[in-house]
């Protein structure tokens, strides 16, 4: 059993920066496949970004060239670090680990957008 904690969500204003943190524990961390989703109210929950066990990423076409996710094996924690913020960037954002059919989901951290 893994599990995920999400941290650095807040209030920041347009253009602003944000580092998340998702930390894992009772797993091999390495191994999984870490995403990061958002949900914004009334819309559905969508992938965000992508880091591989191996650090390949990929990104939504909505934040791609303005967030960067990392990951530290050795601290057993992922990073999205978000740049250029916008309103529509405002949501709930969720971390997620995967291995094939295995799933694990963090509580969520809020992110708001706003001046």
């Known amino acids: 059993q893994v599990q995920l904690v999400e941290s650095g969500g807040g209030l920041v204003q347009p253009g602003g920066s944000l580092r998340l943190s998702c930390a894992a524990s009772?797993?091999?961390?390495?191994?999984?496949?870490m995403n990061w989703y958002r949900q914004a109210p009334g819309k559905q929950r969508e992938l965000v970004a992508t880091?591989?066990?191996?650090?390949?990423?990929n990104y939504a076409d909505s934040v791609k060239g303005r967030f960067t996710i990392s990951r530290d094996n050795a601290k057993n924690t992922v990073y999205p670090q978000m740049n250029s913020l916008k309103p529509e960037d405002t949501a709930v954002y969720y971390c997620?680990?995967?291995?094939?059919?295995?799933?694990?989901w963090g509580q969520g951290t809020q992110v708001t957008v706003s001046s």
């Open positions: 009772g797993g091999v961390f390495s191994i999984y496949i």
């Open positions: 997620n680990a995967r291995l094939a059919l295995v799933v694990y």
């Open positions: 880091i591989s066990s191996g650090g390949n990423t």
